[in-house]
């Protein structure tokens, strides 16, 4: 069973989700909103090398040499995953060189609807969807929709060049994930900042008072979920074991 | 297996075997994802991927020869109660390639990481509580020593895992039939047999060969400083 983690290290937040989603300007925004209150780094995970980290660099969000590049041998999804390695070397040399820091960020190489953070390698984290996309993505669902800690939908501004319904949109994330939180998000409305802010700020206090238990999202459909019969209902809701209970 | 694997005072043939495929296997969380043993810059800078097998050779008689006899010297140093601060020495000055010398540091990292975790009280790794940044053959060495792997054995490891990460990297920079690509390392066999002779038996770190290959050395600076990598090194 997973432990939870104690603050004495800096706490690990993971952001994933399909490319072109929004990661890196989310991990943007989230630099700008926090650098003043937070002591931050960076960890990116790219198909080639260092396109995120320079244009996290460029952006002036945060003091360059604390943002990172790994790379993943063209295995994004095994580098946050199955062989956290790289990335956990990652993380310890930014803990040595910047001590104390309170929070690093770590974007995944934009994958599928599949990939999601071992919990070994984050604590908790961040599935980003944009309205682009389409609004039946959310529908699909996957390990990183259903249950990762937070799941954004970005780029709600564009949803009226694209016909996408964002309250339906949210509401459909809720019911996906059992009500665990959805946040719609845009740049441009600052009350969406404030409650991705707000959200961040929550795990650190409860990461700060032990009592953070990272979860795996898992790669695994979860069981006993759609229109089972009473019969088929029954023998699919077995006990998890990477989920706590009263949590489903 | 793990109570056998951490009392390494006299592991039977049949464990150390046992910890060799462990070590050799790629799977094994020590980033081996992120490598390609040189063979992304080559290929960038115009390596005929039908030269492949040419290329491990060249490597096995060169970088990896002299990586397998600092790894040798190394588990000798750590068994007979030894530092190995000299065996590094020796390595980088025969490591001229500072992008070499770092790639082979950042996953001497990973094994040190791995091997504090599997042997918690070796003694033999004693040394690797101070030192942060091991060159691979300098923690492979000394993990050898943890786990009981003969010297052979340790060449054995090395060649096969230095060719194993080319071919890997190639299937992913210039993929081809898979089963033709565990062909070449197989009919690599005998290249990497004939590094046993050469350093098994190596105790003194001046006698470690010092064997360069400029080019590959042009091509690991060239790919430290690209901005457009699949691997790290």
Known sequence: ?248 | MSSELTSPEHPSPGITELLLMLLADARLPTSGHTQSGGLEPALRDGLDPSRLVEYCRTRLATVTLTEAATAVVCRHRALAGQGTDDVELAWAARTPSDAQRAASRAMGRAYRRLARHLWPDAAVLGELEAVRHPSRPRALGLVAAAGGLSGGQLVRLVGYDDVQTVVSASLKLSPGDPMKAAGWVLGLREDIESMVPRCADLVDPHLIPALSAPLMEAWAQDHAATTRRLFSA
């Not at chain 1, 929709?145 to 501004?157: C, E, G, P, Y």
């Not at chain 1, 707000?198 to 979860?222: E, I, K, N, R």
């Not at chain 1, 006993?224 to 706590?244: L, Y």
Request: charged share 25%.
């Open chain 1, 1 to 248: 069973m997973p432990e939870s983690v104690r603050g004495t290290r800096a706490l690990r937040l993971g952001v994933c989700g399909p490319v072109g989603t929004g990661k890196s300007s989310l991990i943007g925004l989230l630099c700008r909103e926090l650098a003043d209150r937070l002591s931050l780094a960076v960890i990116t995970n790219d198909i080639y090398t260092d396109e995120d980290a320079r244009m996290l660099r460029a952006a002036g969000v945060l003091a360059p040499e604390r943002i990172r590049a790994v790379e993943t041998g063209a295995c994004p999804h095994t580098a946050i995953r199955d062989d956290i390695t790289a990335n956990l070397l990652a993380v310890e040399d930014l803990e040595l060189d910047f001590d104390p820091v309170e929070l690093i960020l770590v974007e995944s190489g934009g994958d599928n609807l599949t990939a999601t953070f071992s919990p070994a390698l984050v604590d908790t984290q961040i599935f980003v969807l944009d309205v682009a996309g389409g609004g039946d993505v959310v529908r699909k669902g996957g390990p990183g929709i259903s249950r990762a800690d937070l799941l954004v939908i970005n780029k709600t501004d564009l949803a009226e060049h694209v016909d996408v319904d964002v309250p339906r949109m949210v509401r459909e994330g809720l019911a996906e994930r059992d009500h665990r939180p959805v946040i719609a998000l845009s740049r441009k409305n600052p009350d969406s900042i404030q409650a991705l802010k707000a959200w961040v700020l929550t795990q650190v206090d409860s990461f700060a008072a032990g009592a953070l238990v990272p979860q795996d999202p898992g790669p695994m459909a979860p069981h006993g979920h759609g229109d089972a019969t009473d019969a088929q209902d029954r023998e699919g809701h077995h006990q998890h074991q990477n989920v706590p209970a009263g949590d489903r």
